[in-house]
C-alpha cells in the first residue's frame, strides 16, 4: 500500500491500479448543483466528477497551456524553421511533437470542464461511503496498518494524497458501504478484504 510520503515516481504498479491513478475554448458549465447521489448516480459516461477544488486545478492547467505552454511551443517551432532542412532537424520534430501533447491535453482539458459536475463535498450524514467520503480502512489480508483515504472522482486519483477514484478497485468495492462493513477486492497478486473503519 502507497506511503503517503512517496512520489508518484516510487509508487509500484500495484498502489496506482488499487487507486485508479491512470498511467496514461469552451468554458466550464455554471451548473453547481450539488447533488451528491445526482454526481454519483449518473449514466453519463461523459461526466467528469470533480470537486471545486479540482474543477479550479483544470482551469487553472488550461490557462497555463493556452497563455503560456501554447507560446513556448510556437516560439520553438519558429526557432526550429529558422534552421532549416525540416528533413533533419531533431529540434523541429521535438517542438512539433511537444505541440501536439500540448494540443491534446487542451482539447482534453476544455471536454472534462465543459462535462464537469461538481461533487458535494459536505458529509455524509449516513456514514455511507460516497464521492467525497474520508474512509478509515484495514486491510485484512496483509495485516497491514489502517489507511485512510478521500474517495474522489477519476479526475481527482492521486494516491501519493491519499485520494483514491470511485472507479478503482478499492473505491468501487467500498461505495455505498457502511462502517464495518467488510469487502473484497480483486487485485493482480488475487483478492484483499478490507474492513471499513470509520466512515465521515
Known amino acids: 500500500m502507497a506511503d503517503k510520503n512517496q512520489t508518484k515516481d516510487e509508487l509500484t504498479e ?4 488499487l487507486a485508479g491513478k491512470s498511467t496514461s475554448g469552451d468554458d466550464a458549465s455554471d451548473d453547481d448543483e450539488e447533488t451528491e447521489s445526482a454526481a454519483a448516480n449518473s449514466n453519463d459516461s461523459q461526466q467528469t466528477l470533480v470537486t471545486r477544488e479540482g474543477l479550479k ?7 497555463e497551456l493556452e497563455n503560456v505552454k501554447r507560446k513556448e511551443v510556437a516560439q520553438r517551432l519558429k526557432e526550429a524553421i529558422s534552421f ?5 532537424n531533431s529540434e523541429y ?7 501536439a501533447l500540448v494540443e491534446s491535453r487542451i482539447a482534453e ?3 472534462m470542464i465543459k462535462t464537469a459536475k461538481i461533487i458535494a463535498e459536505k ?8 464521492i467525497g467520503s474520508t474512509v478509515k480502512i484495514q486491510n485484512l489480508t496483509d495485516r497491514d496498518e489502517p489507511e485512510t483515504y478521500t474517495i474522489v472522482g477519476s479526475t481527482e486519483a492521486d494516491p501519493t494524497e491519499a485520494k483514491i477514484s470511485n472507479e478503482s478497485p478499492i473505491g468501487t468495492a467500498i461505495m455505498d458501504k457502511k462502517q464495518d462493513d467488510e469487502v473484497s477486492v480483486q487485485v493482480p497478486a488475487g483478492e ?8 465521515s
Open 123 to 130: 458529509k455524509s450524514s449516513g456514514k455511507t461511503v460516497k
Open 57 to 63: 486545478k483544470l482551469r487553472d492547467e488550461l490557462d
Open 93 to 99: 520534430e521535438d517542438a512539433k511533437n511537444e505541440q
Open 14 to 17: 500495484e498502489d496506482l491500479a
Open 109 to 111: 482539458l476544455k471536454r
Open 192 to 199: 484483499l478484504k478490507y474492513k471499513i473503519l470509520k466512515v
Open 84 to 88: 532549416g532542412d525540416l528533413s533533419e
